[in-house]
């Protein structure tokens, strides 16, 4: 049987897993994306147990695991006091339910984008898209692609497939940098497989996270990152980076090794969060996976998790269904409820960690935090982090042949 064709626009995490996936089982796959050459950009980000399971389905798991650090806690104290408010830790979910990776986003872009060429994708770079109709892809240049049977849509939070207007942006983002881990005596406070956060309120935050290397023989890295309000992003900018520096290290004074390897304000990179939903991640013609359909900030780290879920699903579903419509439907059905219930819970966390107000802030330390440690809340914090709870990859197995 002839396979379809399908257009990825966009070949960031979700596209390139769709890429990989979907061309691996026959379809005849075109990924567009506005970078003229593939470029491992970017920070890093935890890789939860359920996208890695993704991950081993496309075959790059292992790779990953190589160049990744293991994560097993999730630790934040909140300063001047140093009382601990954030401690999830994996095994609280019990043996053999996983743990976290941190990955160098450079390292997860290279292994989809391999694995998406190896399976037979076609990339097809220096393409902004602007639109899509009709199974096409109109192009910022006023050219159009070939008619094709399904579009996927993976351009991100401000896909103009998905909104006519791109989503506002969260009042605070942050300013993030990779910087190497440090050896010797200056990495002993620090624990090689945990993500480290320090607050004051939830006005402030600074946090390390090990990522491992970008590539076999790099050296091991940190992303290193500072909250910040997007109303102080030009005011951060014109002062002298020593003000940031000092700021940093007065919330984390232990932080020194990692601080003071920003020594360049072009290191420190901006990233603004957005949170929505679309009401459906299908129309016709066209699916919607990850960002474009949902986008939420990342203190709960899970929008790459998500993505990788949502491009198992859809091609679960093409695989299960040759109509097209149908497979939609299923892809929908398969994934609507985790991602309502995780948008939810990152709706409801987001302030805790990043707002102006006091009286989160209080609740998170007095409420939440000793609320945490209490039995079953241990394991159920786990579960929520591992991207488990609503059994995502069980609704995905459940996705009926049509
Ligand atoms: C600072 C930060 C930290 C994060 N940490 C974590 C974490 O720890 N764990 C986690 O799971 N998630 C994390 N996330 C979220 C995660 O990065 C996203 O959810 C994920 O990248 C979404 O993947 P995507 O493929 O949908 O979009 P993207 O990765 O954004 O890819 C979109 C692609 O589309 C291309 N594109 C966009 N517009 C156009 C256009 N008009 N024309 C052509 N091409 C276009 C882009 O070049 C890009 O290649 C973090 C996000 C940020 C910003």
């Excluded at 399908?6 to 897993?17: D, E, N, P, V, Y």
């Excluded at 103009?160 to 940098?177: T, V």
């Excluded at 309120?201 to 940190?222: C, D, E, N, W, Y």
């Excluded at 990850?290 to 709960?300: N, T």
């Amino acid at each position: 049987m002839a396979g379809r064709s399908i257009a990825i626009a966009g070949g960031g995490i979700a596209g390139l897993a769709c890429a990989a996936l979907l061309a691996r089982s026959g379809d005849r796959v075109v990924v567009y994306d506005r970078m003229s050459a593939p470029e491992p950009v970017g920070s890093g980000l935890i890789l939860q147990p359920v996208g890695l399971a993704v991950l081993d389905a496309i075959g790059v798991a292992e790779r990953m695991r190589a160049l990744g650090s293991p994560i097993r806690r999730l630790f934040g104290r909140t300063m001047p006091s140093n009382r601990v408010v954030l401690d999830v830790r994996y095994r609280a979910l019990g043996g053999g339910a996983g743990e976290g990776l941190a990955v160098h986003r450079g390292a997860l872009f290279e292994a989809l984008l391999d694995a998406a060429r190896e399976a037979g994708a076609q990339m097809e770079g220096g393409r902004e898209i602007v639109g899509a109709s009709d199974g096409r892809l109109a192009f910022a240049d006023g050219t159009s692609s070939l008619r094709f049977d399904l579009v996927i849509d993976a351009l991100g939070v401000k896909s103009p497939l998905s909104r006519p207007a791109p989503l506002p942006p969260l009042p605070f983002g942050a300013l993030w940098c990779n910087v190497d881990w440090p050896s010797g005596p200056e990495a002993a406070p620090f624990d090689p497989n945990a993500l480290e956060q320090r607050y004051e309120a939830a006005r402030k935050m600074v946090g390390v996270l090990p990522v491992g290397s970008v590539r076999t023989g790099a050296p091991r890295q940190a992303a290193f990152f500072w909250s910040l309000r997007h109303a102080d992003l030009a005011a951060s900018r014109a002062a002298p980076l020593d003000q940031w520096r000092a700021q940093a290290l007065q919330l984390w004074p232990q932080a020194a090794p990692f601080i003071n390897q920003v020594t360049n304000r072009e290191q420190l990179i901006f990233a603004a969060y957005c949170h929505g939903t679309r009401a459906s991640p299908a129309s016709p013609g066209m699916a919607h996976v990850g960002d474009s359909w949902h986008s939420a900030s990342p203190q709960l780290g899970q929008g790459a998790n998500m993505a990788l879920l949502d491009a198992l699903g859809l091609a679960r579903a093409l695989e299960a269904n040759r109509d097209i419509s149908l497979a939609l439907g299923a892809y929908s059905r398969s994934r609507r409820s985790h991602i309502r219930l995780y948008q939810l819970a990152s709706w409801m966390f987001t302030p805790a960690y990043q707002s102006d107000s006091q009286a989160i802030a209080l609740v998170r330390d007095w409420l939440m935090a000793p609320f945490s440690r209490v039995w079953p809340m241990p394991k159920i914090l786990a579960a929520l982090v591992a991207g488990s709870i609503g059994s995502p990859l069980s609704a995905i197995e459940a996705i009926q042949d049509g």
